[in-house]
Structures are given as structure tokens and as C-alpha cells.
């Protein structure tokens, strides 16, 4: 019996489990393949130069996950929510959770935690930790938990040098 799935919007019949499987990994390979090299060339037409001279661009390279190339393949995943989340803290460096909610038009802390999650496992997905994009401290004031959120260093450091986050986000909501 075939087995027909659908994968970017095209149909495919297979004729076993197996063959399915291996036809849906060599697409996922092939698209992973194919936003690599657009990324690299987004980084190639900023920087201009071969990839070796783009990468020293980077210092510290050992010391951070951060290349151009990783940076916008990261930012590239992450819904819209998401990128003002993180365009907010690479603005304000340090934003309190009522300010993040505000900026983000989420009305509680469990909607400002999907955002939030929603950074983390697009981070897991290229192996990031989510503590090189933000980190957060909880504070108890007149019994009210309240939260900052801050876009840690090495997150700043790249966004400034591939000049993100552009003008579309701007601190006018």
C-alpha cells in the first residue's frame, strides 16, 4: 500500500515506511542545505570577502556560538513575536517583564513565557544555548514577583555587529 505525505506544500507517495522516512529526511537535509547557503549569502553580501575572513570577523569565535551565518539562521526561525521579544532586549539591554508584556501586547506572564520558549527551542535547534541569547532574575518586592529579562553579552555583541535589530523595530507600539 503506498503511503502519500505532503512536505513544503508538494505531494509524495513511497512505496514503504522506510522509503517515507528516508524521502522526508533527505527534504529536511536538502532545506536545511538550501537555508544554509541563503544565509551564508545574506552574510557574504553584508560583509562581502570569503567566509574564512567573515568568521575571523567574529572575535572570540571560540568562546561563542555566535557566527553571522548562525545569527541570522536563528533570527530567520523565529516568528515575529519572538524577534520584537528579542529586539526589545537588544534595545532596552535590561527590560522588567511588564515592559516586555507591553511591548509584546501579552496580557500575563504565561503568554510572555511561550514567546520566551518559543526563543529557547529555536536556540536548542542550533544547538545555542538560550543563556547566549537572555537571561532572566526573579525579585520578590511587597510579596509581587517580578521579573527582568536581559539579552546576555554575547547575543549583543552580534546583533550590533550584523546591525540588528533594523528600523521595523522601533520603540513605538
Not at 545555542?128 to 526573579?138: G, L
Request: aromatic content about 8%; charged content about 25%; glycine content about 8%.
Amino acid at each position: 500500500m503506498a503511503i502519500r505525505f505532503k512536505y513544503g506544500g508538494v505531494s509524495y507517495t513511497a512505496d514503504t515506511p522506510q522509503e517515507a522516512a528516508d524521502t522526508m529526511a533527505l527534504l529536511k537535509e536538502r532545506e536545511a542545505d538550501i537555508a544554509h547557503k541563503r544565509a551564508q549569502s545574506r552574510v557574504l553580501a553584508k560583509f562581502g570577502g570569503p567566509m574564512e575572513q567573515i568568521k575571523a570577523f567574529v572575535s572570540g569565535e571560540a568562546e561563542t556560538p555566535w557566527t553571522p551565518e548562525v545569527f541570522l539562521s536563528f533570527i530567520d526561525r523565529l516568528g515575529g513575536a519572538q524577534q520584537t521579544a528579542l529586539a526589545a532586549l537588544v534595545k532596552g539591554r535590561r527590560v522588567p517583564d511588564d515592559e516586555l508584556r507591553k511591548t509584546l501586547k501579552v496580557s500575563g506572564n504565561q503568554a510572555l513565557a511561550g514567546v520566551l520558549s518559543g526563543i529557547s527551542k529555536q536556540a536548542a535547534a542550533l544547538n545555542i544555548d538560550a543563556r547566549d541569547i537572555f537571561t532572566f532574575e526573579n525579585l520578590r518586592s511587597a510579596g509581587k514577583r517580578r521579573s527582568t529579562y536581559a539579552a546576555s553579552d554575547k547575543f549583543l555583541e552580534i546583533a550590533s555587529r550584523m546591525d540588528w535589530p533594523g528600523p521595523q523595530y522601533s520603540s513605538k507600539n
